[in-house]
């Protein structure tokens, strides 16, 4: 494994035309299915590269890695797999985001309904596949914003604090790609309690500017 990983790590973006070949990229994509964590991470990245060099031949074995992914999140039974699997799906996510977007409206409409997992990590890790799916789609995802609102809000006010950050990064997704801002204020009261809540009873750096970035986004309602 450690082998491995040192080839992918040493594959800089020098060699990116080279390795956008069709019978390399094959190879890449076995990557994926490494018995080591860190070893799939790398390979994602290395895909996510290549995707803009060769998207025609990645995109068929792309499609295959996402419903591999999916698959993996619905019959797994291994706490383990499953917190793997969904980290994987966001990175795959982030690093190809314009070769799927045609697929972010269908996975975010199966993620939705993973979401109440009883592993807190998995949920987190799902929130935040929700958050980039939100932003591949863009427009197309304003049909699901009241349901992931009400997912997100759900989380904001979970006591676990993996749940609750992972609930406000996706929020600020949500709104910034969508352009729903201002109007989540008024359709939602508690919202600026449970973010005001989390600004005053967490000490956590990131989290507080992650809270203040939130509040930026969503803008300000006129007094008048």
């Known amino acids: 494994p450690d ?16 390795l956008s070949q069709a019978e390399n990229v094959r190879s890449i994509f076995i990557a994926i299915n490494d018995e080591v964590f860190r070893n799939r991470v790398a390979a994602i990245g290395l895909i996510g590269r290549l995707a803009l060099h060769n998207p025609a031949y990645v995109m068929a074995s792309l499609r295959k890695a996402l419903i591999q992914l999916i698959a993996e999140l619905e019959y797994s039974t291994v706490n383990r797999a499953r917190e793997e699997c969904t980290k994987l799906l966001s990175l795959l996510i982030h690093a190809t985001q314009r070769l799927i977007k045609s697929y972010a409206l269908p996975m975010l409409k199966v993620l939705l309904k993973k979401v109440d997992d009883p592993n807190p990590i998995v949920t987190a890790n799902i929130l935040d596949c929700l958050g980039e799916l939100a932003f591949v789609g863009a427009d197309e995802v304003l049909p699901l914003v009241p349901e992931l609102m009400l997912v997100i809000l759900k989380r904001l006010t979970d006591p676990v604090p993996v749940k609750r950050d992972a609930a406000l990064r996706t929020l600020g997704q949500v709104c910034s790609s969508t352009g729903y801002v201002i109007q989540p204020l008024i359709d939602h009261p508690e919202l600026i309690t449970s973010l005001g809540r989390i600004l005053k009873t967490d000490t956590t750096p990131v989290v507080r500017r992650e809270v203040v970035r939130v509040l930026g986004i969503l803008g300000a309602i006129d007094p008048y």
Request: proline share 0%.
């Open 3 to 18: 082998i491995r990983y040192t080839v992918l790590s040493s594959l800089d973006e020098k060699l990116d035309k080279h």
